[in-house]
Every structure is written in C-alpha cells, then in structure tokens.
C-alpha cells in the first residue's frame, strides 16, 4: 500500500512563499503521476497541478499558472508544490494524490489511488 505524507503547509502572509512536500513510501513512486489539489471550506477538491513521473511534464489549473510549480525528487521519493506570491484566495487543506496509471486527464480526483492527510494552507492578508 503506497502511503503520501504532505508538509510544508502553515500561516504566511499574502506574497509570501510556501514549499509543499509529499513524501511516499514506494521506491517507484518516480513512475507515479503525483498531483496536487486543495479543498476549501466547504467544498469539493480541485485541481492544482500534476506531474507525470516518467517524463517530467506538468500541468496545471489556470488560475495559479506561473505563481505554482510540480517539481519532483526521485532519489528521495518526494513530489514539491512550491507556491509563490500567495494570495487569501489559496488558503485551503492541500493533499497530494498519486497513481501508476498514465493519466490523459490528471484533473479528476477520481483517477487517482492514493492520497495523503492534507496539509493546511492560511494566508492572511
């Protein structure tokens, strides 16, 4: 059973910095796509971005294009979400999620076998 572990989140304050990290227990998670989404209060997860372990290619949801970036360790079996240039707006419970499968569509939540705790996000204005 893969198990995520996610830290790196906390209280900043808005156009501050925050490097996430999600750490798993599997010597081929380097062949995972691994992604990020986050939960705001009351709501269902969303997209954030994803990274195709086999390539290196990622994606992301338009609205934190250029202030988030997937990077990925595989020595150390370790996906990073470096956010940049916070705003109120991304203060939510990230998680990051993980699956062997090539995904086509990364986006859905649904496609995706293993998740992590979650690690909380404020930012304050």
């Known amino acids: 059973q893969v198990q995520l572990v996610e830290s790196g989140g906390g209280l900043v304050q808005a156009g501050d910095s925050l490097r996430l990290s999600c750490v798993a227990n599997?010597?081929?998670?380097?062949?995972?796509?691994v992604a990020w989404f986050r939960q705001f209060a009351g709501q269902e997860r969303e997209f954030v971005g994803a990274i195709n372990g086999r390539d290196n290619t990622a994606v992301y949801e338009d609205s934190i294009k250029g202030r988030f970036t997937v990077s990925t360790d595989n020595a150390k079996r370790t996906v990073y979400l470096q956010m940049d240039n916070l705003k109120t707006e991304d203060t939510a419970l990230y998680y990051c999620?993980?699956?062997?499968?090539?995904?086509?569509?990364?986006?859905?939540?649904?496609?995706?076998?293993?998740w992590g705790q979650g690690t909380q996000v404020t930012v304050s204005s």
């Open positions: 599997d010597y081929t998670f380097g062949a995972f796509a």
């Open positions: 999620a993980a699956t062997i499968t090539i995904l086509s569509t990364p986006q859905l939540a649904l496609q995706y076998d293993y």
